[in-house]
Structures are given as C-alpha cells and as structure tokens.
C-alpha cells in the first residue's frame, strides 16, 4: 500500500512540475475567463432590467453562480484529458504502460489533479484582480453544511468529469479519429451542466431529468451548493448520486479498458 502512495507521489509532483511549466498558459485563460464573465454580467444585467427576481433568484445571487462556475471550471474541468488520453493510443506511448506495474487510469488521474491544482490556484489571480469591482455583487451563502458537502460534491464532481473523459480517451483503441466523439460530449455537458444557464431555471419536469444525467453533477451541482441554489436535502441525496455516477463510469472505463487491449496492437512508444 505504502509503496503503491509513494509510486503516484512521484507521478503527482512530474504533473505538478510539468504544469508549472505552461503556468502562464493557465493564467493568460483565466484572464480571458473575465471577458466570458463580463458578457454573463451584461447578459444577465439585461435580463433583470425592471424585475427583482428570475425563478426566485435576484441578479447578485444569479452572479454569483456563474463567478462561481468559472471558478470550478478552472479547479475540475477535464482540459483536453480525452485528447492526450487518445494520442497516448495512437502514438504507442500507451505501451510502456503495459509492461510496468501501474494502474493507467490511476495514473492519469493523478496528472489531471495536479494540472487541476495549478490551474484552480491560478485562477484566482485574475478573480481577486476584480474582486474589488464585483464583490458588491457577490451573495454567497454563511451555512456551514454548504462547505462540508460542497468538497466532497466537488471531488465527486472532478471524479466524474475526468472518468467520462477517459471512457472518450479510450476510443482510440477503436476509432482513429475521437473528436467527433468529444465534440458532442463537450456540447452536452456545457448545455446540461448548467454552463450556459443555471439549470433550476427549466421547467420542472425538465429540471428534474437533467438530474437523472450525470451532466447535471459536474458543474450545476457543486456550484448550486456553495451559492445556495440547492437546500440540504437536496444535497445529500445528490451526493449519492454522484457516487453512482462514479462507479458507473469506472466500471464503464474498466471494461473500455480490457476490451481495447484485447484489440491494441504494440507498435512504437
């Protein structure tokens, strides 16, 4: 056990180190992130011209969950993982690790939480930058539960995000070309995520089936939580749901996994 922690140890602080290195890429982005947030603030400015309330939220709250998702986007998104995951595929880098005594999903995860660590630090630099012009407009929620299950609601969330990508990753086993494949999922998460519009603003009946989709607990669902658009009892349960998810899509990998072996081919790497 002790020797498996030491071994992804060593894997975390390369990711760490290698991240470093494109340091100013992850922060120039963040900068931009701030023009994404200054058309969400004339976007929806314009929206509560004359009126209070949109669904039972006034602007500062409806601000502050969108301040709030770009924020998480930087700490948990999965930035090109499905990519690097099918280049490793066709390049043959994947071979050597074949041939040693490491877990391939549990090494790429543990790069991703490094690049993640780098980045979600990075981006608030730009976000304190304008603090002072934004923080009137910030609502965030005081209750206590809000914090002790809105970290595990992230980790989940991180967990799912980057599972679902591995799974597109590994069709690489399969298709020589996956960007069609990720297209689609970057479409539908950034639709059914909430990125475009907090999702408690659909009709109810379509509201509750984006919570049956696992779209629904990468991004909304922990955002929900630290900006008080969710209450404690639907939290909870949604943290269940997300261990759902989780597993699901683990063993989804697991058997992308064992069955694109059974189709690689070693070449090259």
Partial sequence: MYA?????????????????????????????SLARLAVVFILWGAAYAGVTQIGGYSVGQTFTYFTAL????????????DYQIGEEIRNGLINQFLLKPINYYLYRFT???????????????????????????LT????????????????????????????FGLLAFW???????????????????GQIFPLDLLPPMLFKAAQ??????????????????LGFEAALPGIALQLVWVGLFIII?????????RKHTAVGG
Avoid: D
């Fill in 175 to 193: 298709f020589l070309e996956i960007q069609g494949f990720v297209i689609l999922s970057y479409a539908a998460e950034t639709l059914l995520s």
């Fill in 140 to 167: 965030f929620p005081a209750e206590p539960w809000r914090l002790l299950l809105g970290v595990p609601a992230l980790m989940l969330a991180a967990m799912i995000q980057f599972t679902l990508a591995y799974c």
């Fill in 4 to 32: 498996a922690l030491t071994k992804y140890r060593h894997v975390f602080l390369v990711g760490l180190q290698s991240n470093l290195i494109y340091r100013w890429n992850f922060l120039i982005r963040g900068f931009f």
């Fill in 253 to 261: 990998a697991r058997g992308l996994w064992l069955a694109g072996l």
């Fill in 212 to 229: 049956l989709l696992p779209f629904y607990y990468m991004m909304y669902f922990p955002a929900a939580i630290f900006t008080g658009r």
């Fill in 111 to 137: 790069v991703f939480l490094a690049a993640r660590m780098v980045s979600g630090v990075l981006v608030f630099i730009p976000l304190l930058v304008i603090y002072p012009l934004i923080r009137t407009h």
């Fill in 70 to 81: 770009i924020a998480l986007q930087f700490m948990i998104g999965a930035f090109n993982e």
